[in-house]
């Protein structure tokens, strides 16, 4: 029998977080935090406004239109934007006919955190992530944990301005095997992001991703090229979800799952369960179906549970039977790796050995008690195990 377990996932924050076994991280120590790196990475580089003196860098997909409109060809709103104006994100600006990123080389976090904490389960267990982010976001999720990020516009977040090279510098001297792009959306800044991959690859560092997936095929396929690890928030499996809860659509997202997955990038699902709005079983079911067909029965699934943030502090925490109904469901379907998340201490946090059902990763919350793939393989049956087990 496959016995059941469960994981302190957490849908990442960049602040309060629900860990188990681990000390808990106020928003106030993560940004305390983020300073410190801040000032470590760009010492003597004055705070400044995003907009404040930096030479613009110009966005890579868009298309000039007539009458010094563009339009942005980088997520699927396609935004249409006049002459001093914005897209959706606010960190893309036209003008003159030229579209501009407001966001490259302005990161607004920095900080050191457990990979384990993306979360990533199966990219270099028990490692450290250098992990960064700018301001701003496609979606407006009413769940958000991290709105103060993902909701703000460059003027209203100071920053150091810090290219890419130190960013992969500061990594290095930190000894992280990897470099996270995550906390806020990814995809808005995925100038600085590339440019900071390729660098990091160069250097033996691997790249990993926390994105909502809603983004446009050419700028997937650029990114798939210098990643190694992607991470994709799946919402919910229904239309009218991503319509009133996300300010998005679901197939989108979809076709970005299936196109990492036909790119050989590892990829990892979390599902950020809501009470009432994304837990029905049936729908569970079909997208566990789903997830097997297009994104085969290894890909690590993440139930992450919701607490109340931003504009959804109506509706109560998750409670943790419906998380464990839907590993259940996902197990039942064939997914081989299914965890449970932002459960303090609940037994699902281990991963098993889909052969011969021995734990092979302990953890408790984001440290990794013990460790027994040895070359991909489970140490005690040599069955095969999908990830990436060593550092780049």
């Not at 957490?10 to 602040?15: I, K, M, R, V």
């Not at 629900?18 to 940004?31: K, L, N």
């Not at 959306?185 to 790249?207: C, K, L, Q, S």
């Not at 549970?305 to 109904?325: A, D, G, I």
């Amino acid at each position: 029998m496959y016995m059941k377990h469960a994981t302190d996932t957490t849908s990442e924050t960049a602040g309060d977080v629900v860990d188990a076994g681990t000390e808990a991280m106020s928003r106030r120590t993560f940004i305390t935090g983020s300073a410190a790196v801040l000032a470590a990475v760009a010492a003597g580089i004055p705070l400044r406004n995003a907009r404040s003196g930096e030479p613009r860098t110009e966005a890579r997909y868009y298309e000039k239109l007539e009458h010094e409109e563009v339009r942005c060809l980088l997520c699927p709103k396609e935004c249409r934007i006049g002459d001093r104006e914005r897209g959706y994100c606010g960190v893309r600006e036209n003008d003159h006919g030229t579209y501009y990123t407001l966001v490259y080389g302005e990161p607004c976090a920095l900080h050191l955190d457990p990979i384990e904490k993306k979360p990533f389960f199966h990219v270099i267990p028990g490692t450290s992530a250098f992990s960064l982010a700018t301001v701003g976001c496609n979606m407006e999720c009413k769940f958000c944990q991290n709105w103060q990020i993902s909701q703000s516009r460059p003027e209203q977040v100071e920053t150091r301005h810090i290219e890419p090279d130190r960013i992969v510098e500061q990594a290095s001297s930190l000894h992280a095997p990897s470099i996270a792009y995550t906390y806020g959306e990814p995809t808005v800044f995925i100038e600085y992001m590339m440019d900071i991959a390729a660098r990091a690859r160069a250097r033996g560092i691997r790249n990993v991703v926390v994105t909502s997936g809603y983004i446009n095929r050419k700028p997937l396929l650029d990114l798939c090229a210098l990643v190694d690890a992607i991470k994709v928030d799946l919402k919910a499996f229904e239309e009218s979800y991503y319509r009133d809860v996300c300010s998005s659509e679901l197939r989108p997202v979809l076709d970005t799952i299936t196109t990492i997955r036909e790119q050989g990038v590892w990829l990892e699902i979390v599902y950020l369960m809501v009470p009432t709005l994304n837990d029905d079983p049936a729908k569970i079911r079909e997208m566990a179906r789903w997830l097997r067909a297009h994104a085969g029965a290894d890909v690590p699934v993440h139930f992450s549970r919701f607490f109340p943030q931003y504009r959804m502090k109506n509706l109560p925490p998750t409670p943790v039977s419906s998380l464990e109904r839907a590993y259940d469901i996902c197990r039942e379907e064939g997914l081989q790796f299914v965890y449970v998340g932002n459960v303090p201490r609940h037994e699902m946090e281990n991963t098993y050995c889909p052969s011969c059902e021995e734990i092979i990763i302990h953890r408790q919350g984001y440290r990794v008690l013990s460790l027994d793939v040895i070359g991909g393989k489970c140490r005690f049956c040599g069955a095969p195990i999908p990830g990436i087990w060593q550092e780049g």
